[in-house]
C-alpha cells in the first residue's frame, strides 16, 4: 500500500512488517473460514480466563 492510499492520521505510523502481519492474519482468518486451516495444538489447554491457547496456521 502507498503512504498516499493512507489517512493522514496513519501515515508514519506503521512499518513494511505491519502490512506483513496484517496479510498473514487476514490470509489465515480466510483459511479458518473456508475449513482449510489446522489448530496446534490440536487439543489446546485453556489459560486461567478460560481461553484456548492455540495457533491457527493456512493448510492442512
Known amino acids: 500500500m502507498r503512504t498516499a492510499e493512507l489517512p493522514t492520521e496513519l501515515r ?4 513494511m512488517d505491519d502490512y506483513v502481519d496484517a496479510l498473514a ?10 475449513g482449510n486451516a489446522r489448530r ?8 486461567e480466563r478460560g ?5 491457527w496456521l493456512p493448510g492442512r
Not at 40 to 47: H, K, N, Q, V, W
Open 40 to 47: 496446534i495444538p490440536s487439543e489446546p489447554e485453556l489459560d
Open 12 to 15: 508514519g505510523l506503521s512499518q
Open 25 to 34: 492474519c487476514a490470509w489465515t482468518a480466510l483459511c479458518v473460514a473456508r
Open 51 to 55: 481461553l484456548r491457547m492455540e495457533m
